[in-house]
């Protein structure tokens, strides 16, 4: 089943980049905005030609605030930034954000902005713009699922003292290109999706409009430049994969399906999200009746009633099937990753859920590294020690249990069906 097609298909500077595993990557783990954030900043200061910024939210706090001007100071310098956030994630903030930028040279795009009442009506604004990427001058990426916010600040439960549960990778080799062209095809398509009437009547006003017309295609359409090389050179290959609304509708879905296909010893999947559809719950139970030590963290801390109602549903399905099922307690879990045996490993922004692989448009970094992917079990094994695992069914009778499956599925399909996506998940 794949969603129904957007109205015209995307042209070839809004296309996501091919899935290819690339070696002489060096890919370091990043665990929340507070290591995260520091990295970006660091990267932000040495840029020298462009930077190119996508996220869901980019809140309005000190973190915001320090990106922000890390942004503004690499624009001061000449450096030709992109910033592109989404209209719903960042609703709430954006006139902030816009105040902070004003006076400085950071384009800022905003995906699927939700300012008239009517827009809400549209199906396509279900559709929302997930990703997190940063991408400084093709030599350095940011890939993951942490928001510009701060780790201890959440939307709707305000500030906490535990930080979430989250990760990002910082990427330096090859693979930074084909980051660089996905956050470059997000901007424009946020530019030249809302803004072409914008853009039209600059050029039907400007003394120049064939420079300014030639300017546009080269921010489109730039060729790359030669990849950056490495300091560390180890061949460590990786990939990055999107899900688009074209032709990768599907794409993260299925290398995590493929991955645990082949899965031998372990499968650990960290993730607030969990509502899959038949084919990955299939694979999970294949898995765990192979012999495969299949674990999954998900939240213990809620932030939404109706998403840990999906995925609590199909525990005890999982839970008789050989599936191991663990709540994470200390803090908000945000993250979304997972390792598969000992040399395969992705982080990114995807939940396992219908608006991740089905609706929203997602990035994530595939590893295939032994140190890469023991690091993150290793961070992934002291997440599950503080985490309640789930031995028992639920306490309710057989008839509860069937209407809650029941009414989460139903909800699920119609909510797919408003966003225009048939057939059955």
Known sequence: MAPAPERGDEPWWARAPRVRWEGGNRVRLLEGGDQLFPAMAEALAQAQHEVWFATYIFHD???????????????RRGVAVHLVIDGFGSKATLPTVRAWLADSEVRLEVFRPIDRWWQW???????????????????????????????????????????RLDFA???????AMAVRHAA??????????????????RLLVSPTPLDRTRRLLRTLGAAPREPHQPR???PTRAAFVVRDNVGQRRAIERRYIEAMRQAKTRIDIAVPYFYPGRRFRRTLRDAARR????????????????????????????????????????AFLHAKVAVVDDSWATVGSSNIDPLSLLLNLEANVLVRDASFAAELAARLDQAFAVSEEI???????????????????????????????TGRY
């Open 232 to 234: 560390d050179t180890r």
């Open 391 to 421: 031995t028992r069914p639920q306490p309710l009778a057989p008839w509860r249990l069937w209407l809650r499956r029941g009414l989460v599925a139903w909800l699920a399909h119609a909510y797919l069906r408003v966003a225009g996506v």
């Open 169 to 175: 990778v910082e990427v330096t080799g090859p693979l």
């Open 184 to 201: 470059r095809a997000m901007w424009a398509r946020a530019h030249l999706g809302h803004g072409w009437r914008r853009e039209a009547e």
């Open 121 to 163: 009506l549209q199906p396509q604004q279900l559709r929302r713009l997930h990703q997190k990427l940063c991408v400084v001058d093709d030599a350095v990426a940011f890939v993951g699922g942490i928001n510009v916010i701060d780790d201890r600040n959440d939307l709707n439960h305000g500030w906490g003292d535990t930080p």
């Open 291 to 330: 012999g495969v030590q299949v674990r999954l963290l998900l939240q213990g801390k809620v932030d939404y009633p109706i998403a840990a109602l999906a995925a609590r549903v199909l525990y005890d399905e999982l839970r008789s099937r050989g599936v191991r099922i663990f709540e994470y307690m200390p």
């Open 61 to 75: 706090d000190g973190a915001g605030r320090a990106v922000a001007d890390a942004l503004i100071a690499a624009a």
